[in-house]
């Protein structure tokens, strides 16, 4: 029998390896790879690797035998054994990283949940003096020695610190007396953390087996839509489809049993909800009807608990995964079916590089795995909707409750005829006084909607007008009354209540504006009796206060919930009967083409809380822009009506879906600074392409945020293949110009404009 040639196998593993690391760059950097990880590093591993004096960990692109033009240094561990992404993630990744104009090992890291699995540690080894010392310990050497002991352990292999004193405890200061002898050597890496033990952990070790599970009978209008869903997962291709169905008609069931044929189909459904605050929710529901076979991915677990479910996930032990923007990362085999819940919802935005959108970056990658897209919502963005109207989606409507049940009356008051007959500035008027006392006293439950925290919105000096503003972002400061103390809500600068004017020395200081504090506190003088709580994030730090809240206001151990947007979305309590929005002008101001848009759904999804059990909602939105279209669609619950008004506009002043749109933002803690990159910058694009149209720079409408001054650049482009090489460019630049790593900020279809 001829011997294998294994010369031939030894020539053909790859000596490189191209890595990705997580710093300002696009260019990957060639590693060599030692001898004992030639045949195990594969694209989609992580290791860690010198960069300068640091060691980074990066994912690793390529694998190859292409000689670098100097020498490359080695890669000096494996992290993974297995790849930490597998080939559909990784190509998903170089696409946002190129789309949105970010570096690539930024958003490969983003991608990874398990980046805390990776820590710092110490890795002890014998020196060549430590091998002899060993060697010449007698055979019967006193074991309880910790010296022996422990020159026993690493003559066999290296170990990590943490190990070492694990295994021998009263070892430290012999490790350093063995070190300063020379007998040991002591190595800063990263260290791996080991996987828990004991179970899947998290959410899903608690999951009940889906069995006898009530289902509730679709609508007409229910079995429709599913049914064209159906079709397109059986098909096993790529669609993409618009739920568009009013609040309370049911679109979670359809989800539902969309899954349910994705994985009678033998594949898997990805669920995506924009925040935390639904996930609770949705959760119940899935682990109802499909038990241990969902996981939960979000924020706000634990390291471990978020390991768990990823490896669970990665494994194949869960076939639903539920999660928020970065689920769409999840390491799903096969998938058939991604929902994108709330799909108009801004917190789908990322706000950090890379600036990706969760629900773009679902259908791209559901289009790379041939799997069904649906997108659901009440108030769908309006790029959507006109997806859906040029055939780029297909629109899927559900128009009635379920059921039957009406959509809540909803009525305007104007709040300047309320001032002109009582001549009070009170925060009710009042009729909604009157309803809420009303429905509490008949035992029914009420939303109150102020989308702004706090108790008074600024401070200020009645002698010199002055406003006491953040000392790291240009704007004012708001008083929190619970707390006694002033804070930024952008960067959670805090400082005392003043006694008198930083300015003038007045003591005539006074608070202007409401917040949800505010209105609590409003409440609890108007109805003493009543129960009372908030939900905003002032008063939910974590997802088990959210629960507790929420759960408490379920169980009818509240009568009053006030909140800001977290109680305007995706919570199903039939006892609700009664919503008030406390100022439906919250917003409109601002600088921002989104703004009427924004308003819009805000309204139009809290109107949507009242009214989904068996008796009837009512809401009363107060208001001193009564004729704005934006509030008077969303009292008439004219969806077709505000998109149709809104699309003029934006046609009008090539906005969004007309136009591609960019955000450049230059940055630096120097003023002078600033003003000189984005002058340097200006200059470059004074001749823009004829495709795109760059307005600015000018200053930010936050000029100074987390101590940075900003100014941007705010491109509007037909061609979305030009902009994309117009940005690309400017990033060019400005490397090429030596600017700091953080002075310039890109966003791709932008949401917010702040």
């Given amino acids: 029998m001829v011997p294998p040639d294994y010369t031939l196998f030894v020539r053909n593993m790859p000596s490189y390896c191209d890595v990705s690391l997580p710093v300002p760059l696009d260019t990957a950097f060639t590693y060599a790879l030692p001898p004992t990880l030639e045949h195990r590093v594969r694209p989609g591993c992580r290791v860690i690797v010198g960069f300068g004096a640091r060691k980074l960990t990066g994912v690793v692109l390529e694998c190859h035998d292409r000689q670098p033009p100097m020498d490359a240094r080695p890669v000096l561990r494996l992290v993974d054994e297995e790849p930490a992404l597998g080939p559909e993630l990784l190509d998903l990744g170089l696409w946002i990283a190129g789309y949105y104009a970010a570096p690539p090992g930024e958003t490969l890291r983003s991608m990874l949940p398990l980046a805390a699995d990776v820590r710092a540690g110490k890795i002890l080894s014998l020196t060549p003096a430590g091998q002899e010392a060993a060697r010449q310990l007698p055979i019967l050497a006193e074991a309880e020695d910790p010296v022996v002991r422990i020159l026993r352990a690493l003559e066999k292999r290296p170990l990590s610190e943490t190990w070492v004193k694990k295994r021998f405890p009263e070892a430290a200061g012999t490790l350093r007396s063995l070190e300063r002898k020379g007998f040991v050597a002591v190595e800063r890496v990263q260290r791996v953390r080991e996987r828990r033990r004991g179970g899947d952990g998290g959410a899903a070790a608690e999951a009940p087996v889906a069995e006898g599970v009530w289902r509730p009978v679709l609508n007409a209008e229910q079995e429709a839509a599913l049914e064209a869903v159906r079709q397109s997962i059986a098909a096993g291709r790529f669609g993409t489809f618009l739920l568009h169905g009013v609040t309370g008609s049911g679109k979670t069931e359809v989800y539902l049993n969309a899954i349910e044929t994705a994985l009678g189909q033998g594949r898997s459904a990805l669920m995506l909800v924009p925040e935390i605050a639904l996930t609770p929710a949705m959760a119940g529901h899935f682990y109802g009807r499909f038990g241990d076979r969902v996981a939960i991915l979000h924020s706000a677990f634990t390291d471990a608990e978020?390991?768990?479910?990823?490896?669970?996930?990665?494994?194949?032990?869960?076939?639903?995964?539920?999660?928020?923007?970065?689920?769409?990362?999840?390491?799903?085999?096969?998938?058939?079916?991604?929902?994108?819940?709330?799909?108009?919802?801004?917190?789908?935005?990322?706000?950090?590089?890379?600036?990706?959108?969760?629900?773009?970056?679902?259908?791209?990658?559901?289009?790379r795995a041939g799997a069904t897209v649906v997108l659901g919502s009440a108030t769908p963005g309006l790029e959507s909707r006109y997806n859906a109207g040029r055939g780029k989606y297909t629109l899927l409507e559900l128009k009635e409750r379920i059921e039957k049940r009406p959509l809540p009356q909803v009525d305007l008051i104007d709040m300047r005829l309320e001032f002109l007959e009582t001549r009070k500035q009170n925060l009710f008027s009042r009729r909604l006084a009157e309803a809420v006392e009303k429905r509490v006293a008949a035992g029914e439950q009420v939303m109150m909607l102020l989308n702004r925290r706090g108790f008074a919105s600024f401070v200020a000096c009645r002698s010199c007008g002055q406003r006491i503003e953040c000392r790291n972002c240009s704007v004012t400061l708001t008083f929190h009354r619970r707390e006694r103390r002033l804070l930024c809500h952008y960067c959670d600068y805090a400082e005392a209540v003043p006694s008198q004017c930083p300015s003038c020395s007045s003591e005539h200081i006074y608070f202007l504006g409401s917040g949800s504090e505010k209105v609590e506190e409003e409440l609890h003088r108007a109805f003493p009796r009543a129960r009372i709580a908030r939900l905003d994030r002032d008063t939910v730090r974590g997802r088990r206060q959210y629960e507790s809240i929420l759960g408490e206001f379920r169980e009818g151990n509240f009568d009053i919930l006030v909140g800001t947007q977290m109680i305007a979305k995706g919570h199903d309590i039939p006892n609700v009967t009664l919503v008030g929005v406390v100022s439906a002008d919250v917003g409109l101001g601002l600088p921002d083409f989104r703004a009427a848009e924004r308003t819009f759904q805000l309204l139009t999804q809290v109107a949507g809380r009242a009214g989904r059990g068996d008796l009837p909602g009512r809401v009363l939105i107060q208001t001193i822009n009564p004729d704005h279209y934006a509030i008077g669609f969303a009292a008439a619950q004219d969806y077709q009506g505000f998109y149709e008004k809104e699309l003029n506009f934006r046609r009008l002043m090539h906005y969004p879906p007309f136009t591609a749109m960019a955000n450049i933002v230059v940055r630096s803690q120097k003023l002078e600074e600033a003003l000189k990159l984005a002058g340097q910058l200006g200059e470059y694009l004074k001749d823009p392409p004829k495709e795109v149209k760059v307005l600015g720079p000018a200053a930010a409408p936050v000029v100074k945020l987390k101590s940075e001054y900003r100014y941007q650049f705010l491109m509007k482009a037909t061609s979305r293949r030009t902009l994309g090489m117009l940005l690309g460019a400017a990033r060019r630049f400005a490397e090429s110009h030596d600017w700091p790593a953080t002075a310039l900020v890109v966003d791709v279809d932008p949401l917010s404009l702040m």
């Fill in 306 to 367: 978020r390991s768990d479910q990823w490896r669970r996930i990665r494994s194949g032990g869960a076939r639903v995964v539920v999660g928020t923007r970065s689920g769409v990362f999840a390491p799903v085999e096969n998938l058939g079916l991604v929902v994108v819940d709330e799909e108009h919802d801004q917190s789908y935005k990322q706000e950090e590089t890379p600036r990706y959108h969760g629900r773009d970056v679902a259908i791209v990658r559901a289009q």
